[in-house]
Nanobody, 116 residues
Framework: QVQLVESGGGLVQPGGSLTLSCATS????????LKWHRQVPGKERELVAS????????NYADSVKGRFTIFRDSAKRTLYLEMKNLKPEDTAVYYC?????????WGQGTQVTVSS
C-alpha cells in the first residue's frame, strides 16, 4: 500500500527558508518519478519540482527555479523540498506524489504560509 506523508510546513517570513519532507512506503523508492506540487484555494494544483527515477535529475517550475531544491534520501525513503528566499506567493498547501501504473498517489499535504 503506497503511503506518502508530508511534514515541515509552517509560517515563515518573506526571505526565509523551509525544508519539506515526504516520507514514503509501499513502493520501490528509487524506481519511481517523484514530484512536489502546491495548491492555493480556488486555483489548480501546480507542479513545482520533480525528480526522475533513472538518474535523479531535477526539474523545476520557472516560478521556483533558483530558490527551491528537490532531493531524495534513499536510505530514509524520503523526498525533500528545500525552499529558500520564500515569497508571499509561495503560500500554498504542498503535496508530494508518485505515479504507479494508472494511479497518482498523494500525501495529505502540508501548509506553507509566507507572511510578515
Amino acid at each position: 500500500q503506497v503511503q506518502l506523508v508530508e511534514s515541515g510546513g509552517g509560517l515563515v517570513q518573506p526571505g526565509g527558508s523551509l525544508t519539506l519532507s515526504c516520507a514514503t512506503s509501499g513502493f520501490t523508492f528509487n524506481d519511481y518519478f517523484l514530484k512536489w506540487h502546491r495548491q492555493v484555494p480556488g486555483k489548480e494544483r501546480e507542479l513545482v519540482a520533480s525528480l526522475t527515477s533513472a538518474d535523479f535529475m531535477p526539474n523545476y517550475a520557472d516560478s521556483v527555479k533558483g530558490r527551491f531544491t528537490i532531493f531524495r534520501d534513499s536510505a530514509k525513503r524520503t523526498l525533500y523540498l528545500e525552499m529558500k528566499n520564500l515569497k508571499p506567493e509561495d503560500t500554498a498547501v504542498y503535496y508530494c506524489s508518485v505515479r504507479r501504473g494508472e494511479r497518482e498517489y498523494w500525501g495529505q499535504g502540508t501548509q506553507v504560509t509566507v507572511s510578515s
